[in-house]
């Protein structure tokens, strides 16, 4: 699945040094042989122990986790959405995000110029989310009148065009239609084909100093600036340099600024949770690996990420929970305590379902 953020931020936030340090921690090259990277593409792995406990069950020749994308996206600066900047750029790279992952500068140097001469968080979440407001009204404005003309011949143009209403109501008292999809007040399925910007679930990476990542009491007034949105508090800079030490330095220098993982796995775990996805596991000899699915989906919709044919040809899933194929060391064993289950097409995945798939192309 490729499903990525979209990385934005103000000039000088350290959104370039954070994807720098994202883009060297790119897995994609050594294990997956048939993925093909973009330049402005960063992969990280999301840390999973269970895949190291599969492996020694089945003597797997290697492991390969489950990846989040992220895409860099041309800086936004105030005005963006009338073509200030990259605006242009920024809008159509925006677009084809699952998600946005915004950097917001939460750190102090007097070396790093901030855009507006001051930080402040609040401030710089709010520019960005009013340009892709704005953004979004120019969007929707042109599209009511369209729709409505469309509508009077196609019911479902006319249903279109109401919701498009709405959303502009919404945007033009400076909310995300996102934020009032969670409140329950608007459906964001009625405006998927406009593509809109504010849609999209936000995720925030406060780019932070020692002074922040150890001062609990500060990074709750930044997660209460963003709720219900995640956040995730990490140094730029200091995940750069994380990649370049050994594990035991790595954890002695997170262990200095109040960390217990690096925050790159941190993100990747937020942005998993962020785009609604979950995963199963396959082991063998030659590898146990991780696959990505949303939330929800079924055993054949599980299959197909495999390959379509596995999809097509289902006819059931061998399914063990984790948590009883490591108590018991091996599916057999498993099955004999009877927590080896069949299940057939409507079955519903779990996160860390163990799963041999049976089809018939």
Not at 15 to 41: C, G
Not at 47 to 64: A, C, G, K, M, Q
């Amino acid at each position: 699945m490729t499903l990525t953020l979209g990385i934005v931020g103000l000039p000088n936030v350290g959104k370039s040094t954070l994807f720098n340090a994202l883009t060297r921690n790119d897995v994609l090259a050594a294990n997956y042989p048939f993925a093909t990277i973009e330049p402005n593409v960063g992969l990280v792995e999301l840390p999973d122990p269970r895949l190291n406990r599969l492996s020694e069950i089945y003597s797997s020749e290697r492991i390969l986790p489950a990846t989040v994308s992220f895409v860099d996206i041309a800086g936004i600066v105030k005005g963006a959405s009338e073509g200030e900047g990259m605006g242009n750029a920024f809008l159509a790279n925006i677009r084809e995000a699952d998600a946005i992952c915004q950097v917001v500068r939460a750190f102090s140097n007097d070396d790093v110029i901030h855009v507006d001469g001051r930080v402040d968080p609040a401030t710089d979440i709010s520019v960005i989310e009013t340009e892709l407001i704005l953004a979004d009204l120019q969007t929707v404005e042109k599209a009511v009148p369209r729709l409505e003309k469309e509508g009077r011949k196609d019911r479902d143009k006319a249903d279109q065009a109401t919701a498009a209403k709405q959303a502009q109501e919404i945007l033009e008292d400076g909310r995300t239609l996102y934020s009032a999809s969670v409140s329950g007040e608007f459906d964001l399925a009625a405006v998927r084909e406009l593509h809109l910007m504010t849609a999209k679930p936000f995720l925030y990476v406060f780019n932070s100093d020692e002074a922040v990542l150890t001062d609990e009491s500060r990074q709750k007034e930044l997660r209460d600036l963003v709720a219900p949105a995640d956040c995730v508090f990490l140094d730029a800079a200091t995940e750069a340099e994380l990649l370049e030490l050994d594990d035991e330095e790595a954890a002695e220098l997170l262990a200095s600024v109040g960390q217990d993982e690096p925050g790159l796995q941190t993100l990747a775990k937020a942005g998993f949770a962020t785009l609604g996805l979950q995963t199963y596991l396959t082991a063998g000899p030659k590898e146990a690996r991780a696959w990505t699915i949303p939330q929800g989906a079924t055993a054949p919709q599980a299959a197909g990420v495999i390959h379509t044919d596995f999809e097509r040809g289902f006819i059931k899933a061998e399914i063990v929970g984790f948590a009883d194929l490591d108590e018991y060391g091996s599916v057999a064993e498993a099955r004999n305590h009877g927590k080896v289950r069949q299940e057939g097409k409507d079955y519903v995945m779990k996160d860390g379902d163990v799963v041999e798939f049976k089809f018939n192309v």
